[in-house]
């Protein structure tokens, strides 16, 4: 399952004795650990047993699952680094599992598993995998961590948000706690806020710079890269968001080749909230519909150099907006 399903059964009050939570994108993990533990425990978490596999035994993680908690009615044990468990470890889990206390709930955290350890358990513990996420996913996830800290997020504000700063789950939460701050005792955050919190921000710049690239005006671009450097900003999250604005101005330029209707259809389609949906179709007629194949060789040969020359990241990324730009890649 994903974390939108653990929420959903979370919500119905279905607790697993075991949850396996696997995958690269931590911000995720820690996310789906919280959920967990909120829902055994409500809104006062009691205190948790914490192991580290590889330094401490399996035998001593379950044998703490079989004692009896003298503090709540359920115990939680979190153990991180499963993916250090050997053959006989996922042998002996599998033999707890069969009967497992049902005053216990056992949290297993693990960046990667093979498919053969994760058959062994397969129908006995909830697995959930941490991928990165999709951008249609962004919105609904934006939309569980506001709820986790007491508030609810309008639809288009999400959108917006995730639009704005991309991706990266962790720029999203700390989004989220100025938006937390900006708001107090307001319960809703709405279009207006996002628009607010985020106008003077290294994600709203970037925002700025896509456009601006976009539009083919490379020396605006350039400054609001400074700008960005200048705040610290990771080259690669910078060079990954103009990546993710030309794949979605080539997918709008397929969609107004097609003749489909209304902006509204293009926001809908580019999966994207319709306050941008003028801009990519503006953007998109920029650019000659033959050239993508060189654009994109453009972004991979940059990518392969932010990665391994000893150029500076900010030099590489300005010569690849002024290729963008003009348009000769």
Not at 146 to 153: D, V
Not at 155 to 172: K, P, T
Not at 190 to 211: G, P, S, Y
Not at 223 to 246: C, K, W
Request: proline content about 4%; overall charge positive.
């Amino acid at each position: 399952m994903d974390i939108t399903q653990l929420d959903q059964t979370l919500r119905a009050k279905k607790i697993a004795s075991c949850y396996l939570i696997s995958g690269p994108e931590r911000h995720l993990a820690f996310s789906a650990e919280r959920q967990i533990l909120k829902t055994v425990f409500g809104s006062e978490p009691e205190t948790v047993d914490r192991f580290q596999l590889g330094t401490a035994k399996l035998a001593a993680v379950l044998d703490c699952l079989k004692t009896a908690s003298l503090l709540s009615p359920r115990r939680v044990v979190v153990a991180t680094d499963a993916d250090r468990l050997k053959k006989p470890d996922w042998e002996l889990l599998q033999e707890y599992l069969i009967n497992p206390n049902p005053q216990s709930v056992l949290i297993l955290l693990a960046e990667e598993l093979k498919a053969a350890d994760l058959k062994k358990i397969s129908g006995k513990a909830a697995v959930v995998e941490c991928k990165k996420l999709y951008p249609n996913q962004l919105p609904q996830w934006i939309n569980m961590e506001a709820k986790s800290s007491g508030l609810q997020i309008s639809q288009e504000a999400a959108r917006f948000l995730a639009d704005c700063v991309g991706a990266d789950l962790g720029a999203i939460h700390q989004s989220l706690e100025k938006l937390l701050l900006f708001v107090g005792a307001k319960k809703l955050i709405d279009l207006a806020d996002v628009e607010k919190v985020i106008a003077n921000t290294a994600q709203k710049n970037i925002f700025e710079m896509t456009n601006a690239i976009g539009n083919k005006k490379s020396a605006e671009a350039i400054r609001y890269l400074d700008n960005i450097f200048s705040q610290g900003e990771e080259p690669l999250r910078t060079f990954a968001m103009i990546v993710r604005h030309f794949r979605l101005l080539a997918k709008a330029q397929e969609i107004l080749a097609r003749g489909n209707g209304p902006e509204t259809q293009l926001a809908k389609e580019l999966g994207v909230h319709p306050f941008f949906a003028k801009d990519y179709a503006v953007q998109a007629r920029h650019f000659r519909p033959k050239g993508w194949a060189k654009r994109f060789k453009a972004l991979a040969d940059c990518d392969r150099a932010l990665k391994s020359s000893r150029v500076s990241s900010q030099l590489l990324l300005e010569r690849l907006i002024s290729k963008l730009c003009r348009d000769n890649v």
